[in-house]
T-cell receptor, first 115, second 113 residues
Framework: DPKIIQKPKYLVAVTGSEKILICEQY?????MYWYRQSAKKPLEFMFS???????DNQTASSRFQPQSSKKNHLDLQITALKPDDSATYFC??????????????FGEGSRLIVV | DAKTTQPDSMESTEGETVHLPCSHATISGNEYIYWYRQVPLQGPEYVTH???QNTTNSMAFLAIASDRKSSTLILPHVSLRDAAVYHC??????????????FGKGTKLSVKS
């Protein structure tokens, strides 16, 4: 059973619209992250949250807004979608901190296509 | 700035033992060496990590050079399921809550039957 659930797995959206990508983790972790992978590019870090608070934001655009309603949820709201936003978005989780035990575990991704 | 250097691709045959090299000449004393692998349409999968000593788990053996400037991920008896892109990543252990992993292109491992 997957411990990090991302919904939807696939999504087609129209330019200018708004979508929310859902992420729930059942690993008991207190830190969650979002990464993005565009076609044939390496994974790119976007956000990190610890105990539902934003710790790091490497996303230049304010169109991307994480939302944490519960400690095991970190959704990603994307507004005013553009074709360049087309990518697979991966959610990950870990225990907070950077110690050896704080390995990141990834979900299976939400593949977004903007037309 | 690429902190690790890996070959773009490697080929192997089922049943072989594969050695995936990673060079990290500028590694800092507080940086861990992490390995992840990724197959198409799936998220990265944790393989192993180490700091100074060699480590082993059910997936792989990680050999770390004594000067820590290079490491080798050893996959015993590879199967078709081991075909993936393998990423060698340095991750600081300096406290705080930022556990950002920086992925590069990795090594694409092909496995023939």
């Amino acid at each position: 059973d997957p411990k990090i659930i991302q919904k939807p797995k696939y999504l087609v959206a129209v330019t200018g619209s708004e979508k929310i990508l859902i992420c729930e983790q059942y690993l008991g972790h207190n830190a969650m992250y979002w990464y993005r992978q565009s076609a044939k590019k390496p994974l790119e870090f976007m956000f990190s949250y610890s105990y539902q608070k934003l710790m790091d934001n490497q996303t230049a655009s304010s169109r991307f807004q994480p939302q944490s309603s519960k400690k095991n949820h970190l959704d990603l709201q994307i507004t005013a979608l553009k074709p360049d936003d087309s990518a697979t978005y991966f959610c990950a989780s870990s225990q907070p901190g950077q110690g050896a035990g704080n390995t990141l575990y990834f979900g299976e991704g939400s593949r977004l296509i903007v037309v | 700035d690429a902190k690790t250097t890996q070959p773009d691709s490697m080929e192997s045959t089922e049943g072989e033992t594969v050695h995936l090299p990673c060079s990290h000449a500028t590694i800092s004393g507080n940086e861990y060496i992490y390995w992840y692998r990724q197959v198409p349409l799936q998220g990265p999968e944790y393989v192993t990590h180490g700091l100074q000593q060699n480590t082993t788990n059910s997936m792989a053996f990680l050999a770390i050079a004594s000067d820590r400037k290079s490491s080798t991920l050893i996959l015993p008896h590879v199967s078709l399921r081991d075909a993936a892109v393998y990423h060698c990543i340095l991750r600081p252990n300096s406290g705080g809550s930022n556990a950002k992993l920086t992925f590069g292109k990795g090594t694409k491992l092909s496995v023939k039957s």
